[in-house]
């Protein structure tokens, strides 16, 4: 069975969102960062980057990022555009959730959630960063229910991971009415849920 190495609140929620949207049987296996498992000899053999999540397929073999492990799981399924140019879209997307978006809004939503750092002088960058990448966001979806073509896809996946919990970064959603009415969509849709905290 798949097997998907997590840790709640972090890169790990949309691997866990693909897998029950697409209804693949997997067993979530925590990591945890508290006492630095990512780390351990037995964690790096699986990624030697010591990053979560990775997720170890039947044969032993296993892949790490949560944008590649969306793309692996995904190929094949209504989550990934048939036309060309969406699905180049779409990447676009989801680069922009790794260069842009998770930099600024998961980096502020760390140091103020578990490091508990208010104070911390990063964190006015962070918050001018992560609003900038919230109001391009806000621009895209004005007129359009998600983010590539008109059903839910792996962009809108990417990007729901940290968006819904930016407010845990200093960043007050109520000020994006059309991001607040995209998360409301996908919440409607089954794979998209929170996961356990062990």
Not at 71 to 88: M, N, T
Request: hydrophobic share 45%; glycine share 6%.
């Amino acid at each position: 069975m798949i097997q998907l190495y997590y840790h709640p609140g972090n890169a790990s929620l949309a691997p866990h969102m693909l897998l029950e949207e697409i209804g693949a049987p997997f067993e979530l296996v925590f990591v945890d960062r508290a006492n630095a498992a990512h780390k351990s000899p037995a964690y790096l053999k699986l990624n030697p980057n010591g990053k979560v999540p990775v997720v170890q397929l039947e044969d032993g073999s296993t892949l790490a990022e949560s944008n590649a492990i969306l793309w692996y799981f995904g190929e094949g399924s209504a989550l990934i555009p048939d036309d060309r140019l969406q699905r180049a879209r779409m990447l676009q997307w989801m680069f922009f959730e790794q260069y842009t978006h998770e930099p600024a809004i998961a980096v502020a939503r760390f140091i103020r959630v578990f490091l508990q750092r208010d104070d911390d002088p990063r964190l006015p960058d962070l918050l001018a960063r992560g609003q900038r990448a919230l109001t391009v966001m806000e621009q895209h979806l004005a007129d359009r229910a998600f983010f590539v073509g008109d059903h839910l896809s792996l962009a809108d996946l990417a990007l729901f991971a940290y968006t819904h919990r930016a407010p845990g970064g200093g960043f007050d959603l109520a000020a994006y009415p059309a991001i607040g009415r995209w998360l409301d969509r996908c919440r409607t849709e089954p794979g998209v849920t929170e996961m356990p905290a062990k």
